[in-house]
């Protein structure tokens, strides 16, 4: 039996008796303890003082090492091809949506457009917004939507920042005549992790003539209201007349615990509302006003889009408003193609 055994890949195949002596293939009695010494598999009787130990022949111990090790490379293989192609499937896109980005930004293609901010009871210029826009050579215009929430969580997104600051600032300042003037300028909260930022953001302050006040917006409240440095930076920025308007409010993570915090100029009511103003929104927008009132800050409607909505919002006092009723986003020389006198000011015609 011992000696058939050696048939099926074994070298040695050994029985144990009590551990006082054993028996191999051969029929050699050799020292228990050398049967011991023997590196295989011992498999020990449950009813009886015996165990059989069996060592692998080394062909065959050379096969099964080849063999196993060749499945476990085609396995890791296989993982590491899977993890790549998800690795494509989930950032190449992105990768190369940056890629574009950069190129657009190098060869002209992005731009600005404004939309006005007006006085709702005299329909009068306060300011306007700066809006990025991309008009891609095969794609053509491309919804920001689309590409700043790549370049927002990228390295792409300080030199976007200070090309929408010091293009706007230029444009304005160099080519609209209606004074005093609000410029408002979109700023990422990823921002107020960059060392730079305020230097930046002085750097086109200094610029501005003394008539013309810059606004940064600020989104995303979950991300403002975690960040340990935004009111060391509002301070520094306030002391040299820069303001801070929170776009959207009202949506998602608004609250007024950051209201009471961080010092806002002006609150922007998210256009969802405005919309539902003949509805529910009529209370709420009384609501926002009312807590803005009391933090001594101003309220901007977006999304004005009929003169229902103008009226109401007169109605309830709300100093500013934007939207498509006014004007849409245009190219700074369309601006303000329908203005009076400048130093009137500029009544916007629906």
């Not at 099964?64 to 499945?71: R, S, V, Y």
């Not at 949506?97 to 002209?108: E, S």
């Not at 949506?251 to 509302?273: A, C, E």
Request: charge should be positive; glycine fraction near 6%.
């Amino acid at each position: 039996m011992l000696a058939h055994g050696v048939r099926y890949e074994a070298d040695h195949v050994v029985l144990v008796v009590s551990n006082a002596g054993a028996l191999n293939n051969s029929g050699d009695m050799i020292p228990a303890d050398s049967a011991a010494a023997r590196q295989g598999t011992r498999s020990s009787s449950t009813r009886w003082a015996f165990s059989i130990a069996v060592v692998a022949a080394p062909e065959f111990v050379s096969h099964a090492h080849w063999k196993h090790g060749l499945l476990a490379g085609a396995a890791a293989l296989l993982v590491n091809l899977l993890i790549a192609a998800a690795w494509l499937i989930a950032f190449a896109p992105r990768r190369l949506m940056l890629a574009a980005v950069r190129r657009g930004l190098k060869q002209g293609q992005l731009h600005l457009a404004y939309q006005p901010i007006v006085e709702i009871a005299t329909r009068r210029i306060a300011g306007v917004e700066a809006l990025i826009r991309w008009t891609h050579p095969k794609w053509g215009p491309v919804n920001p939507g689309v590409f700043m929430v790549e370049v927002e969580r990228s390295s792409l997104l300080p030199r976007i920042t200070r090309f929408a600051l010091e293009r706007a600032s230029d444009e304005v300042a160099q080519k609209t005549k209606v004074r005093p003037l609000r410029l408002a300028v979109n700023i990422a909260p990823m921002n107020l992790e960059r060392d730079d930022f305020v230097a930046d953001v002085l750097a086109v302050n200094q610029k501005l003539p003394d008539d013309i006040t810059l606004v940064l917006e600020l989104t995303e409240r979950l991300l403002l209201q975690k960040h340990p440095r935004t009111e060391a930076i509002s301070q520094r920025l306030k002391a040299r007349g820069v303001k801070f308007a929170i776009d959207d409010f009202g949506t998602q993570h608004s609250n007024l615990d950051l209201l009471g915090r961080f010092p806002f100029d002006y609150v922007k009511i998210d256009g969802q509302f405005v919309r539902q103003i003949d509805k529910k929104g009529y209370e709420l927008i009384r609501a926002i006003a009312g807590m803005a009132k009391h933090y001594g800050m101003a309220v901007i409607a977006e999304g004005v889009e009929t003169s229902a909505q103008h009226e109401a919002l007169r109605s309830l006092g709300i100093l500013f408003g934007q939207g498509y009723f006014y004007q849409r986003p245009v190219p700074v020389s369309a601006l303000f193609v329908d203005a009076g006198s400048a130093s009137q000011g500029a009544s916007i015609v629906p």
